[in-house]
């Protein structure tokens, strides 16, 4: 058995922003798990398409469950390849990703492809698909819906990340993350809280002030 996502996605961008953006998704504030990315074959076919084939080293911790399965010394890492073809005359971009390490435990396979928005030829949809799969005997189902999961979680992601690479490209301030969000939260409860502070001091101190003074008129 194997697992099967499909999705669309809308980028209100145009096709050539995103192309150009697809080149500089990292680093984003979205993929700090994309730890390195190298172009290792590129060239342009006589049909003027480009073909490039880069290699992705990401961070890809295990579930607990898993981890009894391996060894402490495995490599938590993943190595991706990312294979794509772009055909500038079509405006279309496909790309093939799977990881050829940790075979064993979840292979994920994924095909993408960018092509203008068909009701707004400003706008860019991206289609879809993925297979998770699993060869460990006796758990690759449940294997393959933790894979199913976290595939999900990272488009989501992906997703965040080209929106804001699409922003910092055309100019734009782009969308703070929840945790800049959360930060700039806690730096102002800060803030409030010791100015609350320093107020509830001051008017302590005219209080302890004006009872003094008091106290020396009937002296």
């Not at 940790?102 to 994924?110: G, I, K, P």
């Not at 990340?161 to 929840?178: N, R, V």
């Amino acid at each position: 058995m194997v697992k099967y996502f499909l999705g669309h996605s809308v980028l209100r961008s145009s096709w050539d922003q995103v192309f150009a953006a697809f080149w500089q998704r990292y680093p984003n504030p979205y993929s700090k798990h994309v730890l390195t990315e190298d172009i290792v074959h590129r060239e342009v076919t006589p049909d003027q398409k480009l073909l490039s084939r880069r290699l992705l080293t990401k961070t890809n911790r295990m579930p607990r469950w898993a981890e009894r399965l391996f060894p402490a010394n495995v490599a938590h890492s993943v190595y991706i390849l990312e294979d794509s073809i772009v055909d500038p005359q079509n405006q279309t971009m496909t790309t093939f990703t799977w990881n050829i390490n940790h075979a064993r435990l979840m292979v994920v396979e994924e095909r993408c492809v960018y092509c203008v928005n068909s009701d707004n030829s400003g706008w860019t949809e991206i289609h879809r698909e993925a297979w998770v799969s699993s060869s460990l005997f006796g758990i690759s189902r449940a294997v393959q819906e933790f894979g199913l999961a976290r595939f999900k979680s990272n488009v989501t992601k992906s997703m965040k990340g080209f929106e804001y690479i699409l922003a910092k490209l055309q100019g734009e301030t782009p969308s703070k993350t929840l945790v800049e969000t959360a930060k700039e939260a806690k730096e102002k409860a800060k803030e409030t809280a010791l100015a609350a502070t320093e107020k509830a001091k001051d008017l302590a101190s005219k209080a302890a002030t004006k009872k003094q003074q008091q106290q020396q008129q009937f002296v």
